[in-house]
């Protein structure tokens, strides 16, 4: 849901969530008993850091803040965000997916990227549709892209281009969404996928 310029930080396009959606998924985070983060600038805010919060923590190497109620992100000025995400045990994730597609399953797009991670965001945006945007502004066709995926949330990106690649370790779904599979994610995929489909000089 967010596109931005890394050369100057610029926020190209967002399109995510108001104060009323993050209310909302974070009372029903909440009635679970599930974890709950969404994202500013540069820090991570959620209800607790544990070790399903801390895996996000870890991978993003954004700061964290501990917030006791949705009236803490007042002081921090968060208003908004690109997407929220509900987390919990692979268990809990799965119920929780169940419950949240059958109760908005027409308002949000709602996928999980992790067995630990269900991911809420904006239903008029997915990665497949924020790289077409993409390529929309720097005149590139989806048909000219590469795109590389493993989990639920990146059906939608390996459906919109040219050339789906999935890892080793991808869900069978991924896989049988992509023409050609590299190495796993923790062991170079992305090296795979330069050196078969580029010229290095």
């Not at 540069?42 to 954004?62: F, P």
Request: charged share 30%.
């Amino acid at each position: 849901g967010q596109i931005v310029d890394l050369a100057t930080n610029e926020t190209i396009f967002h399109q995510g969530f108001d104060q009323k959606d993050i209310e909302l998924l974070y009372n029903e985070a909440m009635e679970m008993g599930m974890s709950f983060i969404l994202y500013g600038s540069d820090t991570i805010y959620g209800n607790e850091l544990n070790e399903y919060t801390g895996v996000e923590y870890e991978l993003t190497g954004m700061k964290f803040e501990k917030i006791d109620s949705l009236a803490d992100l007042d002081k921090f000025g968060i208003e908004r965000t690109t997407k929220c995400m509900i987390l919990g045990s692979p268990e809990e994730v799965k119920k929780a997916e169940v419950r949240m597609k059958e109760k908005y399953g027409n308002e949000y797009f709602i996928a999980t990227s992790k067995p630990i991670f269900l991911e809420v965001a904006n239903v008029l945006v997915n990665k497949g549709k924020t790289l077409k945007k993409l390529g929309e502004l720097l005149g590139i066709s989806t048909e000219e892209m590469i795109a590389v995926g493993d989990s639920g949330n990146d059906a939608a990106l390996l459906e919109t281009v040219g050339m789906p690649v999935a890892v080793e370790n991808a869900t069978p779904e991924i896989k049988e969404l992509s023409k050609f599979v590299v190495r796993e994610n923790n062991d170079d995929a992305l090296d795979d996928v330069i050196h078969h489909f580029y010229e290095i000089k």
